[in-house]
């Protein structure tokens, strides 16, 4: 193992996820104990060029394991898609003496890094945090288990009023560009239909689907569906849809935006990202850049960028079988 690398820097970019706090200090602590200097940047690419940096040690992040969000604030960057931007970015980075970065975030922030890395030739390495685990080389990302749980318990709490009036409600989940997030959560809280932007079901097939839910007995449902879904213009343009086609159905809707991304992480988003954040120190310190830290098979694994960011991942068909089979 070859160690180049003594001072390295962490930040988040892009949409928090619960969970970043979580791997912020575990390569903050992984950092002290292999005896290398660790420096925060604050609000992503945009700290970056400004300079706000903090120097942090293992006691710098007490208490933040359990905390949503991130510490460390978290901005979108113009100014870092141009030449003249990164270029103050790097000279912020060798004015302090910094060898290296960890970015944790998604598909845009690897994109900076990977770009960052190819005209500076500086050493980079991605943790992925969002909440939408659209990332390729990777099974989970850092939040996706905290937003999906999120997600069914407010289901959970829908149903009790749904069933108590007899109503019909669309809950429109995250999910722009894939449906992760609405088909986990609805299967694992029991939903009538689910509708994501994989698959194109079409209006008649969603009134056949409530239909049939009305015939054997339903007294009311629970439609699940992810912002990115094709087959209306927005969620309130299916309730207009169906109440003018089905108008035995008293149909409310229910939007959770960004409480999604709220609430303390999970165990499970705790322990991935503090498995994700010791890689992360150990790969940069054994030559390697340009890589994110994936998990496969409860194995962690290293991917290239350029591999993660090419194209989003795609949903998991066994799951769809399942989901039909149980709303049946």
Excluded: W
């Amino acid at each position: 193992m070859t160690n180049k690398i003594k001072k390295i820097a962490v930040f988040t970019s892009g949409g928090d996820s619960p969970g970043m706090n979580a791997a912020i200090r575990s390569v903050v602590r992984t950092c002290a104990f292999l005896k290398l200097e660790c420096v925060a940047i604050y609000r992503g690419y945009q700290g970056m060029i400004d300079g706000d940096f903090k120097n942090m040690d293992a006691r710098s992040v007490n208490n933040i394991i359990n905390k949503g969000g991130t510490v460390l604030k978290s901005a979108r960057c113009e100014d870092f898609r141009t030449k003249e931007g990164r270029q103050k970015a790097y000279d912020q980075l060798r004015a302090n003496n910094i060898d290296a970065f960890v970015v944790i975030g998604g598909n845009g922030s690897f994109a900076g890094a990977q770009l960052f890395n190819e005209e500076f030739d500086f050493p980079v390495m991605g943790i992925p945090g969002t909440i939408d685990n659209d990332i390729i080389g990777t099974s989970f990302t850092i939040g996706f288990d905290t937003a999906i749980n999120t997600v069914v318990e407010a289901i959970d709490k829908i149903r009790d009023t749904a069933s108590s009036h007899n109503r019909l409600f669309f809950v429109e989940v995250m999910g722009r560009d894939v449906g992760h997030i609405a088909l986990n959560a609805g299967v694992g809280a029991g939903a009538e239909e689910i509708l994501i932007p994989e698959q194109n079901l079409g209006l008649e097939r969603l009134l056949d689907s409530l239909k049939r839910s009305k015939k054997s007995g339903k007294s009311s449902s629970i439609v699940i569906v992810a912002e990115g879904d094709k087959i209306g213009k927005n969620v309130f343009q299916l309730k207009e849809y169906v109440e003018e086609h089905l108008p035995i159905y008293d149909v409310r809707v229910s939007v959770l935006g960004h409480m999604q991304r709220g609430g303390n992480p999970t165990c499970f988003d705790r322990v991935l990202a503090s498995r994700m954040g010791v890689r992360a120190v150990e790969a940069l310190i054994e030559g390697k850049t340009n890589y994110m830290v994936g998990v496969r098979d409860t194995k962690l694994v290293l991917v290239p960028i350029s591999e993660a960011i090419k194209e989003h991942t795609k949903i998991n068909t066994e799951l769809i079988k399942v989901s039909d089979i149980m709303t049946t």
